[in-house]
Structures are given as structure tokens and as C-alpha cells.
């Protein structure tokens, strides 16, 4: 959230339930339960990331951030 590229993509009243849904996703793509998909149905990744503005440099940030995080 507090990424100066990454950050405003999240809205700040939606926070737990970004890092909830991506938690969720996380879990069902390492093998755990499949929560994510009885909630959300399939990830269709690609539309859901439709609306927003994401070019390289915030695709490279993005993976910089999460491999920190799953280290």
C-alpha cells in the first residue's frame, strides 16, 4: 500500500479486501483449499486486471514486491 507505483492502484477503503482476495488466490494456486474459487469463481486474470493502468514498470515493481514477500 504504500508502493509509490503500486499503492494507488489499491483503494485504500478496499485494502483487506485486496490483501483477503489475494491471499485467497495465493493459497488456492500453491494447493491449498480452493476458497478463491467457490468465493470468486475462476481468476480470469487478465479481465480482472483489465480496468487498470499497468505497464512494465509497474509489472516489474509488482514482482520485485511479491517475490520479497513470498521470500
Request: no cysteine; net charge negative.
Amino acid at each position: 500500500a504504500q508502493d509509490d507505483l503500486i499503492g494507488p492502484l489499491y483503494p485504500a477503503d478496499d485494502l483487506p479486501g485486496s490483501e483477503e482476495r489475494l491471499r485467497g488466490f495465493l493459497v488456492m494456486r500453491f494447493g491449498g483449499p480452493d476458497d478463491y474459487l467457490r468465493v470468486r469463481g475462476h481468476p480470469r486474470l487478465r479481465m480482472r486486471h483489465m480496468p487498470f493502468d499497468i505497464d512494465q514498470k509497474a509489472r516489474d515493481r509488482w514482482m520485485e514486491l511479491m517475490t520479497a514477500a513470498l521470500a
